[in-house]
């Protein structure tokens, strides 16, 4: 049965962003003009605004959410330099799980993630394969949702606890299809990045039907009823910049199937309320093996990372614009170009960030040497991954070396 509201917003003049008075385009530069690189602002600033009148028709928990979801992103301001070429320097977001804006965003920090750990993991494992792994389940009632995630993230752990497990590390993103063909249906799957040892591809190597039985045991069902995972391994010519292409595809989406323009007559929306209240408190990004060392456990984007963009060395800044988002038109547009002494605030704050970053940045681990008593063979098994890993930390490695030296010394005493 399709929905009875608009997922288009009403927004009386003067409201939201909204004007009363009818402004010439001239007097308003809309973004994607002024830097056509940064046009995506529009497209999920657009499905955003969307999502937020949907869950304004919602609950009370659901309610609130679209309050939040009405001020995220509502002003940017970028650096600009002299040739035009835009840098986000300050945005507000609502860090809502299926805000269309905040998981473009978070997609790209963790782009911009893998790009600063790129060099540690180069040290850890030079010559680690990577590849894309996507793991389905047969299509569910909405209000099954919860349950069904649970059970494929312990089918996930028990795969990923067996000795015959080939990955090195792995990083794995949920991910949820709002089905088209029957209303209340949804397709929950896990969009997975593994990295693997070089041997994999020569010694060990799996078919898709060799992962869907690895999938079904995990989930004590047949693979017959399920469907033959998607596997496509990473160029290794293509070096970070195709590895980190694959992460952000993993990061890419967090629900899909979704109508979000105003010809659609909004038959997904009771769904998709369903859904998220069905995927609150699930577990949404995981990280496991070397990938979780290098990354220190950490599953969380921050705030500032979510303001991710390109590194340009040679980029300086002229002045400072601010946008802000047309809740009537869709799109962002020029409100004003700050004045010298904001600008002189905000390069401060700027300089004072980058101090931040170089006296907390980590140091890299040093390189694994066989004379130490650690392992150089990455082709293990997941004991030997687990006793390796330790070893990664130089403090604990230190620790442990000097508690087997004292047993050693111990034992030769009583001997």
């Keep these: 049965m399709a929905s009875s509201f608009s997922i288009v917003p009403t927004i009386a003049p003067g409201v939201n962003g909204a004007s009363s008075k009818s402004k010439k385009k001239a007097d308003l530069p809309r973004l994607s003009e002024l830097s056509p690189d940064d046009k995506p602002w529009d497209t999920h600033g657009q499905n955003s605004q969307s999502l937020m009148c949907v869950f304004s028709e919602g609950d009370d928990w659901q309610q609130r959410k679209s309050e939040r979801m009405e001020w995220c992103g509502r002003r940017l301001t970028f650096a600009v330099s002299q040739e035009g070429r835009h840098k986000l320097k300050s945005a507000q977001f609502c860090r809502i799980r299926l805000c269309p804006r905040c998981v473009w965003r978070r997609s790209l920090a963790w782009k911009a993630r893998w790009y600063q750990a790129w060099p540690e993991i180069q040290k850890i494992a030079p010559k680690a394969r990577y590849f894309h792994l996507v793991l389905t389940v047969p299509n569910v009632p909405v209000t099954e949702l919860r349950d069904t995630i649970l059970k494929m993230s312990n089918a996930w752990k028990r795969m990923v606890s ?101 010809d659609d007559d909004g038959s997904w929306v009771p769904t998709l309320l369903e859904m998220d209240r069905q995927l609150k408190g699930t577990q949404a990004t995981s990280l496991g093996g070397l990938i979780r060392e290098v990354f220190r456990g950490n599953e969380d984007i921050s705030e500032e ?111």
């Design 162 to 262: 067996r000795k015959t497990w080939p990955a090195l590390g792995f990083v794995r993103a949920t991910e949820v299809t709002i089905e088209k063909d029957r209303e209340g249906y949804v397709h929950p799957h896990f969009h997975c990045l593994v990295m693997v040892s070089t041997s994999y591809f020569s010694k060990r190597y799996m078919t898709a039907e060799d992962w869907r039985a690895y999938w079904a045991k995990g989930l004590g069902v047949e693979p017959e009823t399920l469907t033959k995972p998607y596997i496509r391994a990473v160029d290794p010519k293509g070096g970070v910049d195709a590895v980190a292409a694959a992460v952000k595809e993993v990061f890419k989406y967090a629900v899909k199937g979704i109508g979000m323009n105003p």
């Design 305 to 415: 990372e979510m303001m991710a963009h390109k590194d340009d060395p040679d980029f300086e800044a002229e002045q400072y614009w601010e946008y802000v988002w047309n809740f009537v038109d869709r799109w962002y547009e020029r409100s004003r170009i700050l004045g010298a002494e904001e600008t002189a605030a905000l390069k401060a704050k700027d300089e004072e960030r980058d101090q931040k970053k170089a006296a907390h940045a980590a140091p890299l681990p040093e390189p694994i040497r066989a004379d130490e008593g650690t392992r150089t063979d990455w082709d293990l098994n997941r004991t030997g991954l687990r006793l390796m890993a330790e070893d990664l930390v130089p403090e604990r490695a230190k620790k442990t070396r000097k508690r087997r030296a004292e047993r050693r010394s111990e034992l030769d005493d009583s001997s």
